[in-house]
Structure formats: C-alpha cells, structure tokens
C-alpha cells in the first residue's frame, strides 16, 4: 500500500525502479484494512469468503456512507519512476 513496488515495468519502463509514496490509503486500501481489521477482531467471522461476504452485505455501504468515497484533488498517490519527478497517479476502483 505505500513503499517500493514491483510494478515498475507498467507505471515506468522495463528494468525501471519504482516508488510510491502515498500521503494516505487509497478507497480499495482503506477498504481492505477496515475489512481486515473487522475480520481479525471477529467481528466478521467464518471462511475469509463468508466474512467478505458479509462486509459487502451488511458493513461496505454504511462505510462508505459514513468515510465517503472521493477521487481527491489534486491526487496525493505519486509514482516516482528512476531519478524523475514523482508525478500524480490514479486509477479509479473497479469492481
């Protein structure tokens, strides 16, 4: 979710070293932990499907509700690639 990634190939070029360094989680991160920390903490329980399945039911829309889902302006997510600037990146969620 924030540090050195592997995907450098898709963001840079082949053979190029990437860095993202996000000001804060982005929807799908903020999501995951909020799920994680519900599933850990037994407040979702079962196989990690049946627990996802209840977070999509009963605890997804009220999150969202509650916390929002934005596209920030300007982005804070920035890809830095090699020695170059870090430039804003985004991609919108999908289901």
Do not use: I
Request: proline share 7%; hydrophobic share 35%.
């Amino acid at each position: 979710m924030n540090g050195t990634h592997d995907n450098g190939t898709y963001w840079c070029s082949a053979g190029t070293s990437l860095t993202l360094r996000p000001e804060r989680f982005c929807n799908f991160c903020r999501e995951l932990t909020t799920f994680r920390l519900f599933y850990r903490t037994d407040v979702l329980q079962g196989t990690t499907q049946a627990a996802f399945d209840s977070w999509k039911n009963m605890y997804r829309q009220p999150f969202f509700a509650r916390f929002g889902f934005a596209v920030p302006n300007p982005v804070p997510q920035t890809v830095k690639c090699g020695n170059d600037a870090a430039q804003p990146v985004y991609e919108a969620c999908v289901p």
